[in-house]
C-alpha cells in the first residue's frame, strides 16, 4: 500500500479531541483498521527504501504513551509514527515519519548523539566547517529541508572560543533536518514518492556524519 488511508486524519483528530479510555474502546475497531493500513504503508517504505540504503529495522511506535513520569496523563499519543534504522555501524542515522493533523512531518539524523559522537562531530566541524556547509547549501538539500536543525547551547562548547569560525555550528546538541508536510500533502498519491525523496536527500548529510563516526581524528578507520 503506497498511499495513506483518507480516515486516518480525521481519526487522529477525533482521538485528540477525546483522549481518553472510554472513547478509545468505543472505536477500537477504527483504530485497529487505520493501524492496519499505517502498518502497511509503512512496510511499503520500508521495501521501497532498502532499494537505496542498507536497513536494518522497521519500528512501528506504539500508540499507547508512558505517563509515569509524565505532567501530561492522556493516555493516547494523537499521531501514528515509524522509524527506519541503517544497518551496520558504518551506516549512522536513522528515518522517521510522523502523521498528525496540521503536524505532519519527516525526519531524520543524530537526536540524542552519545558524549563520544557528539566530541568528535565538534572537533570534526572546529578543524572543517567547510563540508557540512556545502552540504547545507546545496540547494536540494534547501529545497527539502531549509536547513539544519536541533537543540543548541547558547554558547560555543566548553574548550573552543566564542570567535571560533564555526562557532554555529559547534554549539548545535542536536543534527536534525526534518520537512513539514500539510494535511493536503500526505493524502496526496505522491506523497510515497515524496517521502523516498525527501529520505534520498538525507543521504550526502548522512554519508557525512557516518565518515566522521567512523574514522578518528586523523581519518583513519575505526575498524577494519
Given at each position: ?154 554558547g560555543v562548547p566548553q574548550g573552543y572560543a566564542k570567535e571560533h569560525p564555526a562557532a ?28 523516498q525523496r525527501t529520505f534520498l536527500g538525507m543521504h550526502p548529510f548522512f554519508n557525512y556524519m557516518s565518515e ?13
Amino acid at each position: 500500500m503506497n498511499t495513506l488511508s483518507p480516515a486516518l486524519l480525521p481519526y487522529l483528530a477525533q482521538l485528540k479531541a477525546n483522549n481518553h479510555k472510554e472513547w478509545f474502546s468505543a472505536n477500537k475497531p477504527t483504530y485497529e483498521q487505520e493501524r492496519n493500513l499505517f502498518k502497511q504503508f509503512a512496510h511499503t517504505v520500508f521495501q521501497g527504501m532498502q532499494a537505496f540504503d542498507q536497513l536494518e529495522d522497521l519500528n512501528i511506535f506504539r500508540i499507547y504513551r508512558d505517563v509515569r513520569f509524565s505532567k501530561n496523563k492522556t493516555p493516547y499519543k494523537t499521531h501514528f509514527s515509524f522509524s527506519m534504522s541503517r544497518a551496520t555501524r558504518l551506516r549512522r542515522g536513522g528515518y522517521y515519519l510522523h502523521i498528525e493533523p496540521g503536524g505532519s512531518f519527516i525526519g531524520g539524523g543524530f537526536w540524542a548523539p552519545e558524549p563520544a559522537d557528539l566530541r568528535r562531530i565538534r572537533k570534526e566541524l572546529a578543524a572543517d566547517p567547510h563540508s557540512l556547509r556545502t552540504i547545507l547549501a546545496d540547494p536540494t538539500f534547501i529545497d527539502l529541508f531549509g536547513t539544519m536543525q536541533g537543540e543548541q547551547l547558547k554558547g560555543v562548547p566548553q574548550g573552543y572560543a566564542k570567535e571560533h569560525p564555526a562557532a554555529d555550528l559547534l554549539r548545535f546538541k542536536q543534527y536534525l533536518v526534518i520537512r513539514n508536510f500539510s494535511d493536503e500533502e500526505v493524502l496526496q498519491s505522491s506523497f510515497f514518492e515524496e517521502a523516498q525523496r525527501t529520505f534520498l536527500g538525507m543521504h550526502p548529510f548522512f554519508n557525512y556524519m557516518s565518515e566522521v563516526l567512523s574514522t578518528d581524528e586523523n581519518g583513519e578507520p575505526l575498524w577494519e
